[in-house]
């Protein structure tokens, strides 16, 4: 084969070839063929779907027949509004930010650690150990928490074990995040979700350290800064997007999930779960489709200020 | 875990005082790792508790008996595991196609748009797995499309393309087009060049993309439940045993299984991307 595609003569003139020859010519022919394929199936299948179910949220649901109305109104919107439903959306933007501040808060040291001190294998151990609880189950990380957090559960009886069983009392007596047990309490749910998503967090702040020039730091240790005032006047600003960026998967993912706050927490409901009860059990697919565009919106609202910021080039 | 001597630096002797990690620091890192770590031992300990009614810490005794049970008592679990298996697969085939579609087209070209399907291309996961799942179950009952194998499928290869994109993406923004301006050059057709030249040189980014995908695949849950109508994965058996658990420790073995099949594929992705990591970080 190579013997002969290195011979000094003109290849055959094949149709294989002069295909070739087109689709070089004509670049945007091998452009539009590249691109029909992914754009049709994410342009039909997703963002026509997405279409639709937004189209759903201007119809309102009959009160009597439960039946669909298709004429446009506000009047599903306008239930979002309901001092109940408000609740749930604040309850759960509360939760999404909670939780992106601690996932921020825990991801920092490790990425911090990995990305400036780490060499060699301990950067590749590093890596994988991160990697590993990312992409494993998600469910079965979850059931984890289950067990840990359960009153008869291992930090019940680690509590216990220390003599601090009067501290995870007084915890679980606070007003808002406490409740009967860990696995019914807000607090429960806020550490289940920092757990879940924390990678998501740790990788794109150590991708961003990771590309803060060395010099950069030796510049400010020539100039006379202290490695704390180094620390947040060079190393803390350019590892900021990396921090939006992971932001974005954190918040993102809990505004939606409906799954953590249903086996993990108090049984108020989060805005996926109202998501999946309205389109399921009460078959309100307007009011589903409308709490849906929370999410979407805030998330519009997110992308914006975090590309403004940076983000997307650190993801 | 020792961390290795930092390597000597053409810098000298003034960045050395700060090269070393302080115990706070240190202390951070790897206790963020064993929060991240330790769940998952707890779950492997609970797969041989002899407790099959709670969660009791420490388990009173150990035993082999649950793998047995879910071996041959529960005829529910393999069909789950199965169908899970045939849309993993099925779903990583599309996604290998349409993502490296994607990404050849986005490396190659400047075009109008070319920002738009990069974020369209993201959107999906970026996005709360549930919008995507009600969006879909919505837009089939519009067009009265039955749940099927299929409908499954959609979903997850719609997610899927975005860890292919950006695997065989980073890639080819790593390769030379002067290879490929070579090949042509030597007198290989596109197609030639295509199979010599570009295919050997993604390969290894396509095949640890693929693997993610398929992890990702086999493990969705929340796009899953919208989409399966009666049907049941592993991950919706999961859901179900979690909300109505009948034997609690079954679950925990199967958890144990599902860990073993995905950390397989993750490992494998790591080390085929593992020398283009290093790669890209000594250019820096």
Request: aromatic share 12%; charged share 10%; glycine share 8%.
């Amino acid at each position: 084969m190579s013997a002969a595609a290195r011979a000094p003569s003109l290849p055959a003139d094949t149709a294989l070839r002069r295909l070739s020859t087109l689709l070089y010519r004509k670049s945007w022919l091998f452009l539009t063929l590249l691109l029909v394929p992914p754009v049709l199936w994410l342009g039909i299948v997703y963002l026509g779907s997405l279409i639709a179910l937004l189209a759903q949220s201007i119809f309102a649901i009959d009160d009597f027949t439960g039946m669909v109305v298709y004429k446009p109104t506000f009047a599903t919107y306008a239930q979002l509004f309901t001092p109940a439903n408000l609740g749930i959306i604040l309850r759960t933007v509360t939760m999404a930010a909670v939780v992106t501040v601690i996932c921020a808060g825990l991801a920092f040291p490790i990425a911090y650690y990995a990305a400036r001190y780490a060499r060699g294998r301990a950067k590749a151990a590093f890596y994988i150990l991160v990697m590993l609880p990312l992409w494993s189950s998600y469910l079965v990380r979850v059931y984890a928490w289950k067990l840990l957090l359960a009153r008869e559960g291992v930090v019940t009886w680690l509590a216990g074990e220390l003599h601090l069983g009067w501290l995870l009392d007084a915890v679980l007596a606070l007003p808002v995040v406490g409740g009967p047990s860990l696995s019914t309490a807000y607090l429960g749910t806020a550490i289940v979700f920092t757990y879940v998503w924390l990678p998501y967090m740790i990788l794109p702040v150590q991708a961003a350290l990771e590309r803060v020039p060395r010099s950069l730091i030796e510049a400010s240790a020539d100039l006379g800064g202290r490695p704390s005032r180094t620390f947040r006047s060079v190393i803390l600003p350019l590892a900021f997007p990396g921090i939006v960026a992971g932001s974005i998967f954190t918040f993102s993912l809990t505004l939606g999930d409906y799954i953590i706050p249903g086996i993990v927490g108090s049984s108020r409901p989060f805005i996926g779960q109202v998501v999946l009860q309205q389109q399921g059990t009460a078959g309100n697919i307007p009011l589903a489709a409308a709490f849906a565009v929370v999410p979407i919106v805030i998330m519009g609202i997110y992308l914006t200020i975090a590309k403004r910021l940076g983000a997307f080039d650190a993801l | 875990m020792p961390s290795e001597q930092p390597p000597k630096k053409a810098a000298g002797g003034r960045a050395e005082a700060g090269e070393r990690a302080s115990l706070t620091l240190k202390a951070a890192a790897f206790g963020g790792l064993l929060f991240l770590h330790l769940p998952l031992l707890f779950i492997i300990l609970y797969a041989f508790t002899t407790e099959d009614r709670s969660f009791a810490f420490p388990p009173p005794g150990l035993t082999l008996k649950w793998f047995s049970t879910a071996w041959f008592d529960r005829p529910d679990i393999w069909p789950a595991f199965g169908l899970s298996l045939r849309v993993a697969a099925v779903s990583t085939l599309i996604a290998l196609v349409l993502g490296t579609l994607a990404s050849a087209a986005v490396w190659r070209h400047r075009f109008f748009g070319r920002e738009t399907l990069s974020l369209l291309v993201i959107l999906p996961i970026a996005l709360p797995g549930i919008i995507t799942g009600i969006a879909l179950r919505s837009a089939y009952a519009l067009a009265d499309i039955p749940f099927s194998f299929w409908t499954i499928v959609i979903g997850h290869a719609t997610f899927c393309i975005v860890v292919v994109y950006n695997n065989a993406l980073a890639r080819f923004r790593r390769s030379a087009p002067s290879l490929i301006e070579a090949s042509m050059d030597l007198g290989a057709d596109g197609f030639q060049t295509f199979r010599h030249v570009v295919l050997p040189n993604v390969a290894t980014a396509l095949l640890a993309g693929g693997m993610l995908a398929f992890a990702l695949s086999f493990d969705e849950v929340i796009v899953t439940t919208f989409t399966a109508g009666q049907q049941t994965t592993l991950p919706i058996w999961m859901l179900g045993e979690l909300v109505r658990p009948r034997q609690r420790p079954v679950t925990n073995v199967v958890a144990v299984f599902v860990m073993a099949v995905t950390f397989v594929p993750i490992l494998a992705a790591y080390y085929l991307t593992r020398d283009t990591h290093d790669f890209s970080g000594g250019g820096k």
